[in-house]
Each structure stands twice: as C-alpha cells, then as structure tokens.
C-alpha cells in the first residue's frame, strides 16, 4: 500500500519558518514527479511547488517564489519544503503529492498519490 506522510506544520508567527517533510512507502518514487499543495478554508486546492525526479528542475507557483524551496532526497524516498518569510495568507494545510509518471504538472487532477496532510498556521 502506497502512502504519503506528512510531518512539520504547526503554528508560526509572520516571517517565520517552517520546513515540511513529506515520507513515502509502498513503493519508491526516486523516477518521479513530486509536489506540494495546500488548501486554505474555504478554497481549493491550490499548486505550491514541485520537483522533477532529480532534484535538478523545480516549479513554483508566483505566490511562494522566492520564499519557498522544494527538495528531495530519493535515498530516504522523501520530499521537503522549505518555507521562510510565511505569511498570514499562507495559513493552509499542506500536502505532499506524487505522480505515477515523470511528467511536469501543476493540476490537482494530474497527481496520483497524495498524503493526509499538515496543517500550516501563520499569525499576524
């Protein structure tokens, strides 16, 4: 059985940082596509970040350039997200997402496995 884990949300004030990881089991994703993306109440789910299965091609959505960074580390079969100068209206949950095959994508639809998620609160 596939799974995603999440781990590293919780409650940071404005100009913090918070590092997300995310663990998978069930099946290596070391030739694969994986990404990030969050929900805010009352939204939906929205494309943060993803990285291609080398590390060496990543993609962010305009609102997080600059201030987030997505890693990987295909030994541990796992995917971080590095998130300083958080904002209020980065308050959301996180989830971690993975695609069957190694093609770029920034759609919801477009990824196969996904984790539980992890709740980020930012206060003002």
């Known amino acids: 059985q596939v799974q995603l884990v999440e781990y590293g949300g919780g409650l940071v004030q404005a100009g913090g940082s918070l590092r997300l990881s995310c663990a998978a089991s069930?099946?290596?994703?070391?030739?694969?596509?994986m990404g990030w993306f969050r929900q805010a109440p009352g939204k939906e789910r929205e494309f943060v970040a993803f990285?291609?299965?080398?590390?060496?091609?990543?993609h962010y959505a305009d609102s997080v350039k600059g201030r987030f960074s997505i890693s990987r580390d295909n030994a541990k079969n796992a995917v971080y997200l590095q998130m300083n100068s958080l904002k209020p209206e980065d308050t959301a949950v996180y989830y971690c997402?993975?695609?069957?095959?190694?093609?770029?994508?920034?759609?919801?639809?477009?990824?196969?496995?996904w984790g539980q998620g992890t709740q980020v609160t930012v206060s003002s």
């Open positions: 069930g099946r290596t994703f070391s030739r694969n596509v």
């Open positions: 997402a993975a695609r069957a095959i190694n093609q770029y994508s920034v759609r919801t639809p477009d990824y196969d496995y």
């Open positions: 990285i291609n299965w080398s590390g060496g091609n990543t």
